[in-house]
């Protein structure tokens, strides 16, 4: 299993990805092993212990300074070496950016099938999982014939829980060897820029999020005031970066970021299945819409339905009267 | 002056519902419209631009006959020439359209020039697989970049950008290349009535790939359980703000 770590950490969608691992790996009686991208520092206490707590055995910790720099094929040669040493039967990361490349780069390089955003295993012989497709909206059962079982698994799609058992991790550096011609494609530098936004979105308690209904690049004041005092983020549908009145970072859904939070104000979307795709697993979701038969509406847990041009001001002026 | 390939895959543009073939193993497309990923849009869009100098760009879709009318959209953008590498879709998996998207670059340009840069999305948006672009730049032993929102190509090589966990992440690739194109770093052109005439007319380069599938693996699709609707509706227009307020102070999300 490839881990990936934050500022929390262990990233929470590699501990969700552990605890499916665990799952698989515990009732077969084989270890598990987990590989750390970390060229710079070793992996803290706490990380350790929260891999501990997943019930790994052994953390390995590439310790090559060429691997410094992200290159998805020399830390996939990396990844596979530490496989074949351990004789690993399943290969597995999360469904992040970073882990859907470095399994695809694994997979093609050891010629096996690999299956995106698992959410489920359905059984073991034949290898069969349950993954997202179109977005999320249509799940696929699928058969890996290939060892290694190489497969992603969805963020947020299982709760990361920790092992009846909390294990001590075996910290082993691994050497791997790094070929010139899997350097080609690295990251000469990173820039500050746009995506922490997007970053501090995905991670937001709150999303306030508006869709055609705004009308227009001027729409968003008021919806902006509410994210403010909601102390939130703002989200956007597609329509609404397509038309240029907000940047790409902020758009939720299929092809845009992907939110989890507490309370998700969706004002004048309509829900179609892509931007769905983004926010389902928000844990209330409130329409504002003036189509009381919006899938949008019909699928939330709370609407207003209505102008948001009139509803969303007198919400912001409601909050401020109460003092908050 | 480059030679640029983009791969776009036709997918079905269901917004609302999702319907089943009565065999469970597609979307059943009979009562929806069909698009391409947004992703892939804009790889078509960087394609134009990085073609505008004097070199080609072309367009290819491996699946049914259907896809010439997305290769056609793509024309009428301004990519110059379109192959269909016709195939049963059911029957190939992300592999087996790599190997016969290899074949259409390795034969190159009309004209017989090797193309030096082949944009992909970096998911289709129908089985989401995550992984033709960097099967096929293994297929073909060429470096390859993923999830990049831009594109600058000069002096033979190709500078992307894209957004990492610590912030916009360059990487500078010498050609020929593949790199994967997420949606955000360009907005894709709508095309005008002369480009649209001339993608009608427009003739396409048909092929069968000598592709032996190893197929997808795909046992059946299901729907996620549907879950009832449970909405509990506050209030119209601005009399119900007070009512929302007070879920908000409820849920605790007021902190002050
Ligand atoms: C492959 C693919 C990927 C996609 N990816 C994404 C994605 O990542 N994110 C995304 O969002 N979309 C995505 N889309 C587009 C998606 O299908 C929809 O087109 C889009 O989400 C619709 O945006 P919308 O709800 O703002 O607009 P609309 O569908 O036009 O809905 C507007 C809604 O606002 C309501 N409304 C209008 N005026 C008011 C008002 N004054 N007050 C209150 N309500 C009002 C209307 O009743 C309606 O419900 C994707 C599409 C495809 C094919
Ligand atoms: N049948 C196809 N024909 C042409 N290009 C494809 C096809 N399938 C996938 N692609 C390309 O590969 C990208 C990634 O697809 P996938 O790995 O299936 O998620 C897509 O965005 C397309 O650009």
């Not at chain 2, 072309?58 to 049914?64: C, L, M, N, Q, R």
Request: charged share 20%; glycine share 10%; hydrophobic share 45%.
């Amino acid at each position: 299993m490839a881990v990936e770590t934050d500022e929390t950490g262990i990233a929470l969608t590699s501990l969700e990805t552990l605890t499916l691992a665990r799952e698989l790996a515990e009732p077969a009686g084989v270890p598990l092993h987990a590989l750390l991208f970390a060229t710079t520092e070793p992996p803290t206490e706490q990380m350790l212990g929260q891999l501990g707590e997943q019930g790994v055995a052994t953390v390995y910790i590439t310790a090559e300074p060429r691997l410094a720099a992200y290159a998805a094929a020399a830390w996939a040669s990396a990844a596979v070496q530490v496989a074949q040493a351990v004789s690993a039967r399943v290969v597995v990361a999360s469904g992040t950016p970073r882990g859907g490349e470095l399994l695809a780069h694994i997979s093609a390089r050891l010629d096996v099938a690999m299956a995106a955003n698992v959410t489920a295993i359905e059984g073991l012989a034949p290898f069969t999982v349950t993954r997202q497709v179109m977005g999320g909206s249509v799940l696929e059962e699928m058969r890996l014939a290939d060892s290694p079982a190489v497969f992603t698994v969805a963020g947020h799609a299982c709760e990361a829980t920790p092992a009846a058992a909390v294990s001590t991790p075996v910290v082993t550096p691994y050497r791997p060897t790094v070929e010139d011609a899997d350097l080609v494609a690295r990251v000469v530098r990173t820039e500050a820029g746009e995506q922490d936004h997007s970053a501090a979105l995905s991670a937001a308690r709150v999303v306030v999020a508006a869709g055609r209904g705004a009308n227009g690049p001027d729409g968003f004041k008021s919806l902006l005031e509410l994210t403010d005092l909601l102390g939130g983020a703002l989200g956007v549908s597609r329509v609404v970066t397509s038309l240029g009145w907000r940047p790409h970072h902020e758009q939720v859904g299929q092809t845009g970021v992907r939110v989890a939070p507490d309370l998700y104000v969706a004002c004048g979307i309509s829900g179609a299945i892509q931007h769905w795709a983004g926010m389902s697993s928000s844990k209330t979701i409130v329409a504002v819409n003036t189509d009381p038969d919006a899938p949008m509406v019909t699928r939330a847990h709370y609407a207003v339905i209505g102008d948001l041009h009139e509803i969303v001001p007198a919400v912001n002026d409601e909050i401020r009267r109460r003092g908050h | 002056m480059v030679n640029v390939l983009v791969c776009i895959k036709r997918v079905p543009d269901t917004s609302e519902s999702v319907l089943l073939t009565d065999d469970a193993m597609a979307v059943d497309g009979r009562h929806v419209g069909y698009t391409v990923s947004p992703h892939e849009l804009c790889a078509v869009e960087l394609a134009v631009q990085a073609a505008a100098d004097g070199g080609t760009a072309g367009v290819v879709s491996v699946g049914s006959g259907d896809a010439v009318e997305q290769l056609r959209d793509a024309l009428a953008v301004g990519v110059q020439h379109a192959v269909l590498v016709e195939a049963d879709d059911a029957a190939f998996g992300p592999a087996d359209v790599a190997a016969a998207l290899a074949e259409v670059v390795e034969a190159g340009t009309p004209d017989g020039t090797p193309y030096d840069l082949v944009l992909l999305g970096n998911d289709a948006a129908d089985t989401g697989d995550f992984q033709v672009g960097i099967r096929l730049a293994y297929a073909l032993g060429r470096p390859v970049v993923s999830g990049v929102s831009t594109i600058a190509v000069s002096d033979g090589v190709v500078q992307t950008t894209g957004a990492g966990p610590a912030g916009t992440e360059v990487f500078e690739v010498p050609l020929p290349a593949v790199v994967t194109v997420m949606e955000g770093g360009v907005a894709p052109r709508y095309p005008s009535v002369m480009g649209r005439v001339k993608a009608k007319k427009a003739e396409i380069d048909t092929r069968t790939p000598s592709v032996t599938p190893r197929g997808n693996g795909r046992v059946r699709l299901k729907l996620p359980p549907e879950q009832p609707s449970q909405v509990v509706v506050l209030g119209e227009g601005a009399a119900a703000a007070p009512a929302l307020v007070d879920l908000f102070e409820t849920m605790g999300v007021l902190t002050k």
